[in-house]
């Protein structure tokens, strides 16, 4: 019997509605917070945002270990001739940009809360765009963290999916042994984390396409891995 379920956040528990690959937004965020902000960026300041956001696109450039935020927004700053005492509120509008049209997946609370009622331990494990930090990424998930014992991302584990360092710190956290969790995901290189970890791969697969990552079960719904835990919504 499985005895824990981590959870990938995008496109799993929350539906982001805006590309996978954001380069074609990268203008329009920074031209928001020139306006936020008065600030006044030329072809060339537009130009130097763009490069350095490519080159940290792990949909362009993939990589297994983390960049922080501060790491890459103090790169963009200077590049924009932005005042460095003004990094945390570029930061934090970038992010809020891309963050703007999210919503919880109907299905995600009901399942999270049966399952964390009933003793099942739970987590997150997902890869934060940008180095983007927690409190940004955890806040599309609020009302389900109470059920999250431990809400994990790419900035706690140091690496990046298919990486099976995340799922490891998680196995140890929970004193649970990989055998026993459950990884839900909706990507292929989460189910490539999944079994590089000695997990069991579910992958939520909510269009029906035809999808083969080597994955240990395929569900349409959350509440389909309820009975891998013995449990349904009616109790």
Not at 30 to 49: D, G, L, N, P, V
Not at 195 to 203: E, F, I, P, S, T
Request: contains cysteine; hydrophobic residues 35%; glycine residues 6%.
């Amino acid at each position: 019997m499985f005895q824990a379920v981590v959870f990938d956040i995008g496109q799993t528990l929350v539906d982001y509605r805006i590309p996978m690959n954001w380069s074609k937004l990268y203008r329009p965020a920074f031209e928001q917070i020139a306006k936020k902000y008065c600030y006044s960026f030329t072809e060339a300041h537009y130009r130097a945002a763009a490069d350095i956001l490519s080159k940290y696109n792990t949909r362009i450039h993939p990589r297994e270990y983390e960049v922080s935020s501060d790491s890459i927004f103090t790169e963009i700053v200077q590049g924009m001739q932005i005042p460095p005492e003004d990094t945390g509120r570029v930061k934090e509008s970038f992010y809020t940009y891309f963050r703007q049209d999210c919503t919880l997946f109907p299905d995600a609370e009901p399942t999270v809360k049966v399952l964390s009622e009933n003793g099942i331990r739970t987590g997150t494990l997902s890869d934060v765009a940008y180095g983007m930090d927690n409190r940004f990424a955890l806040e599309d998930i609020a009302p389900i963290l109470r059920y999250i014992e431990y809400p994990f991302t790419s900035n706690d584990a140091g690496y990046r999916k298919p990486s099976p360092k995340g799922l490891q710190i998680l196995s140890e956290k929970m004193q649970i042994e990989p055998s026993g969790i459950v990884f839900v995901g909706d990507e292929e290189k989460d189910m490539l984390c999944a079994k590089n970890a000695g997990v069991y791969a579910v992958l939520v697969n909510r269009n029906g396409d035809d999808k083969r990552y080597g994955q240990d079960r395929t569900i349409s719904n959350l509440t389909e891995l309820l009975p891998l835990f013995g449990y349904s919504l009616s109790g």
